[in-house]
């Protein structure tokens, strides 16, 4: 397979997320995308190779949710309130897959300690050889169920932040993000369409966990203008000690 670069595309970072990546970070998420096309004729990672879809659907994509916190960092920007209440150190995404949104998140934040989760053994060992080969060393990688890893006490309530992308319905995405995240700290759920229906079953099952909900994020993407929500939860209170139930449980009968 021909092996094409990315388009930096600055102009449409700044247009949209307000940021754009510095000249080190470019050259990671180029490094991101070959490690991924080379790792996908192993193991199969995912459909998106071709070099705009890479752009538009795993980087743009991935650092859209985290748009609250990518501020410019002189007070320029127009971060919300409730954003800049949450002061983050310890991230941990949840299903990530091929590494998305962790991976993305851990170039354009170098000092946030990220924590890759995801219950395919194989891909977890993909990503830490990944995260290495990069030197991305605030980034480890876990091969764990969420329902397991909700329970264990070096994790449970342990993080800032908890991100959620493609990993089912929104239901048992709440369930696995909101006990691992601090009181104080956000779960976000990366959404494509989002439904009335959607925003009350969060509302309802967020204040199950001790969460509650906070914002709802619409964005268009910027190359093929397709649908996005980002959703916002805080934690508000500690979680009953019976969530996250037994593994399988969250999905098959969603709260
Ligand atoms: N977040 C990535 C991958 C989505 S595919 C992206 O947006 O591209 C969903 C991933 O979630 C799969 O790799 C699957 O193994 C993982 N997953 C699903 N349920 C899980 C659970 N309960 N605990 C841990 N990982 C889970």
New binding site residues.
């Given amino acids: 397979m021909a092996i094409t670069g990315l388009a930096r595309r600055d102009e449409i970072w700044q247009s949209t997320l307000g940021w754009q990546p510095g000249d080190a970070q470019w050259a990671q998420f180029q490094a991101l995308y070959q490690g991924i096309l080379a790792g996908n004729e192993q193991i199969n990672l995912?459909r998106l190779t071709e070099p705009d879809d890479f752009w538009e659907k795993?980087l743009w994509d991935s650092l859209s949710g985290l748009w609250p916190w990518l501020g410019k960092g002189d007070g320029s920007d127009q971060r919300p309130d409730w954003a800049q209440s949450v002061t983050i150190a310890q991230v941990i995404?949840?299903?990530?897959?091929?590494g998305?949104?962790g991976l993305p998140a851990a170039i354009a934040y170098p000092d946030w300690t990220i924590t890759l989760?995801?219950?395919?053994q194989k891909?977890i060992r993909f990503l830490e050889e990944l995260a290495l080969e990069m030197g991305l060393t605030q980034v480890r990688a876990i091969a764990?169920?969420?329902?397991s890893l909700g329970h264990r006490p070096h994790h449970r309530g342990k993080y800032d932040l908890a991100l959620l992308?493609?990993?089912?319905p929104v239901s048992?995405c709440v369930e696995?993000g909101l006990p691992l995240v601090r009181v104080g700290g956000m779960a976000v759920l990366?959404r494509g369409q989002w439904t009335p229906e959607e925003e009350a079953t969060v509302e309802r099952v967020a204040a199950q966990l001790g969460g509650e909900l906070t914002a709802v994020q619409s964005w268009q993407t910027p190359l093929t203008e397709g649908m996005r929500h980002c959703v916002y939860l805080r934690k508000v209170r500690p979680s009953p000690g019976k969530f996250p139930r037994q593994?399988g449980l969250?999905?098959k009968k969603p709260l």
């Fill in positions: 995912t795993h995404d949840i299903g990530t897959g091929a998305f949104p989760l995801d219950a395919t891909k764990d169920r969420a329902e992308r493609a990993v089912g048992p696995y990366y593994p969250p999905a």
